[in-house]
């Protein structure tokens, strides 16, 4: 009997022993599975870390990439390039008289500036930042002295690409041609690239008129000229006074705006710099760039 129960007992403590080294194989068997799926676990982060990585580099890489075009685009680009361009940043300026704010509209809204920049918003886009900033009435001082305040003050707060100037006649004592040019070469001095197209408007007198054009001519500018649009139709575009109506600022925006476009079309580019002037003296210009240094 008591033979029978040690080996009962033996059996048992086999069993055991069995069972203890099964389940320690088992155990050692898991835990293997478990160091195997952290192994191919690390792996698989680490690859998705290095190629997240990887991606980041290449966005950077991308990014001065980008970033080294635009500082060229900028520094090379006409406004006229950078406006056909929708990576662009375009900074463009009115600058005239009360034909060109709507004098007499009861809604300025109806003005050709805004008309014009409703017009050229369809290619410009929300990138392109326009400005707008008008003479309205005739200062003690001059005109242009007015208009010169109103350009420096626009300058030095945004810069300038593109230049509407849109000017009638002036105050006698002021020398119209020299005034004008002024204007044009301060745009120059601030932006070797810039431009502007200048408006001869409707009731410009044949002198003005005249000085424009040479201007033009000398630096390749751009201009639109109103008079023989408006010849034989002032009374159904224009007011009593002679200012132009709703009618007659659509017409300046349609004139402009064809203009603009076919130089955007063709990515008009940027102009030589003219070191010589029409009605500017040398040392008026070497005065007028000791003033803007």
């Known amino acids: 009997m008591h033979m029978f129960l040690n080996k009962r007992f033996l059996i048992l403590f086999f069993v055991c022993i069995l069972l203890l080294i099964g389940v320690a194989v088992v155990l050692n068997s898991y835990s293997a599975k478990n160091q195997v799926k952290r192994e191919e676990l690390e792996e698989m982060y680490e690859s998705i870390y290095e190629q997240e990585m990887e991606k980041i580099e290449e966005r950077e890489k991308e990014r001065e990439e980008e970033a080294r075009i635009h500082a060229y685009k900028d520094a090379t680009y006409s406004p006229y390039q950078k406006l056909a361009d929708e990576t662009m940043f375009t900074s463009v300026f009115y600058l005239g008289d009360r034909n060109a704010y709507g004098k007499g509209l009861k809604d300025t809204d109806n003005s050709w500036k805004t008309l014009l920049k409703e017009k050229y918003l369809t290619f410009a886009g929300d990138s392109h930042r326009v400005e707008g900033t008008l003479s309205i009435e005739r200062p003690s001082g001059g005109v242009f002295a007015y208009l010169n305040r109103l350009?420096?003050?626009?300058?030095?707060a945004y810069g300038l690409d593109l230049l509407f100037l849109c000017i009638g006649t002036l105050d006698e004592e002021e020398n119209f041609g020299a005034e004008y040019e002024a204007i044009i070469r301060k745009a120059k001095n601030q932006n070797k690239n810039s431009d502007a197209i200048c408006i001869i408007e409707h009731n410009q007198t044949d002198a003005e008129a005249e000085a424009i054009l040479r201007i033009c001519e000398h630096y390749e500018l751009l201009y639109v000229d109103?008079?023989?649009l408006f010849e034989g139709r002032t009374e159904t575009l224009?007011?009593?006074?002679?200012?132009?109506?709703?009618?007659g600022h659509r017409l300046y925006a349609d004139e402009i705006y064809k203009t603009l476009k076919n130089a955007v079309d063709r990515k008009r580019p940027a102009k030589e710099y003219k070191e010589s002037g029409v009605y500017l003296t040398d040392e008026e210009i070497n005065e007028l760039n000791r003033s803007q240094k």
């Open 151 to 156: 350009f420096d003050t626009y300058n030095s």
């Open 226 to 228: 109103m008079r023989p």
């Open 238 to 247: 224009t007011f009593e006074d002679g200012y132009p109506n709703e009618g």
